[in-house]
């Protein structure tokens, strides 16, 4: 709750108290529900696939051959070479996965946790407590979870999380690290490293955070809230500054790749044995279709919570805000999201045109749709005056009962079928490491896998998966899934 609170009258009382709880429940179970998942995910066919490829290659030697004969993402291949290649065996990669998705959200609750604050400072002049705080960087990481248009590639396929996602949360962490504006040499170092890794990783996140930040200095110079003298002498916009030129060395790397090229001559190559050459793909993936799930309910949900969060700062803050400074915020938050359809979309026609950019390649469109959601959310509550102290009761109430039984209902959901699942394809592999004492076996039948829930499914049977399981677990037999 914000800061110093107003004295608050018996039923006033009783209802923070339920709303609060209801809130820190709601976070509680998307934690779980989170650490369920990271437990049970498993590798599934590119992972697999590189997984093969990784087996004998140092870092240096993956990240060339990844360089030179496929991608530029130099920054993420190597931290995908460094997740895959941390367990010698097989059969116990999971429980790496499940340290690098905890590792993962901790660094997006604690970035998420100084942006809220540092934003909520400085919009309503007022500041709210840790607590609060982590819990609201909770549910925005719940909401952006179920808000994502392809959540199960975004989060569950390792080699999507280390270009789609983590290029967002590594940006949040830079974003965090800025606003704390401490002048350590390992902070700065660290800002440093994150912005490398945008730069070096995912082409498109690294245009829109190039394209708003050459946005946002032009505004600074225009306003003349900065200018060139402030490179040398501001410590906060030289220190930006510095690591805004190692990011665009790193994009420059990035975009230069010969591997590349050769990418793109695999996709037209591929589509003149399917079309003729004049056609080029320009249709647009973000339909209306695509909006028709259900997950984005839960993701709207959560988005809504943020009007409890202002309704909150509004009854503790002694000022009031003006309407006409949250029509310049909320202006403002249409560009990143403006910026990322723009710029994703022209990728596709200037670059691709003849390969539609997969819905994990909208991650940033999706995240900005959410933030924005929240930061109108969070003004509504901040603006509504309630007539009815009834009807300000029933929502404060209501809308986190509702989030919370939803959220529980995805955790057991999941928990059932991902247990399930993971138990199944541990017996996978353990037959076949187990039938490789028996010379004798030419061929060995197994059961297809369960449904695997939020993940990606094995494709187990299909030559691509089985060639490389007999690389990886050194197999001298055939596999074949039972019909």
């Not at 704390?180 to 945008?198: D, E, G, P, V």
């Amino acid at each position: 709750m914000p800061g110093a609170l107003k004295p608050l009258n018996p039923l006033g009382k009783k209802v923070s108290f339920i709303s609060n709880g209801l809130l820190y429940f709601s976070a509680i179970v998307f934690i779980a529900f989170y650490l369920v998942l990271s437990f049970y995910n498993r590798p599934t066919n590119e992972d697999v696939n590189f997984i093969s490829i990784v087996k004998g290659k140092s870092i240096f030697e993956f990240v060339s051959w990844f360089y030179s004969t496929w991608c530029g993402r130099w920054m993420s291949s190597s931290y995908y070479h460094f997740i895959l290649s941390t367990s010698s065996a097989y059969q116990n990669i999971h429980y790496v996965y499940f340290v690098y998705y905890v590792i993962s959200l901790c660094i997006l609750i604690y970035s998420l946790n100084s942006i809220i604050q540092s934003g909520i400072k400085q919009l309503f002049n007022t500041s709210i407590n840790n607590k609060t705080s982590i819990t609201y960087s909770i549910l925005f990481a719940a909401g952006f979870y179920f808000s994502t248009f392809q959540n199960i590639e975004v989060w569950w396929w390792i080699f999507a999380t280390v270009d789609h996602l983590q290029g967002i949360i590594i940006l949040l962490l830079g974003i965090a690290l800025v606003l704390k504006q401490r002048k350590s040499k390992i902070h700065y170092l660290l800002i440093c490293l994150c912005f490398i890794y945008l730069g070096g990783s995912y082409e498109i996140y690294s245009l829109i955070f190039g394209a708003l930040t050459l946005f946002s200095f032009i505004y600074l110079f225009y306003r003349k809230i900065i200018s060139l003298s402030d490179f040398r002498s501001n410590y906060f916009v030289k220190r930006f500054g510095i690591a805004f030129i190692l990011f665009f060395i790193a994009l420059i790397v990035t975009v230069s790749a010969p591997g590349n090229l050769k990418r793109r001559k695999t996709y037209v190559r591929d589509h003149l044995l399917i079309t003729s050459v004049s056609s080029t793909n320009t249709e647009f993936p973000l339909s209306g279709k695509e909006f028709a799930q259900k997950k984005y309910l839960i993701g709207l949900g959560l988005a809504s919570l943020w009007i409890l969060l202002g309704m909150k700062i509004r009854s503790n803050s002694s000022a009031y805000e003006k309407n006409k400074r949250f029509k310049k915020v909320l202006l403002f938050g249409c560009i990143p999201l403006l910026l990322s359809i723009i710029i994703t979309y022209l990728f596709q026609i200037l670059f691709l045109r003849y390969y539609s950019i997969p819905l994990r390649g909208w991650t940033f469109t999706s995240f900005s749709l959410f933030a924005l959601f929240c930061l109108v959310f969070l003004i509504v509550g901040y603006q509504i005056r309630f007539q009815s102290l009834l009807l300000k009761s029933t929502i404060a109430v209501l809308l986190p009962f509702i989030i919370s039984l939803s959220l529980l209902f995805y955790l057991f959901l999941q928990y059932n079928t991902t247990s399930l699942y993971a138990r199944q394809y541990d017996n996978l592999i353990g037959s076949l490491i187990k039938a490789k004492k028996n010379k004798e076996i030419k061929v060995l039948y197994v059961d297809p896998l369960p449904d695997s829930g939020m993940f990606l499914p094995l494709e187990i049977g299909t030559d691509y998966i089985d060639d490389a399981l007999k690389e990886i677990l050194e197999l001298k037999y055939d596999i074949v899934v039972k019909k």
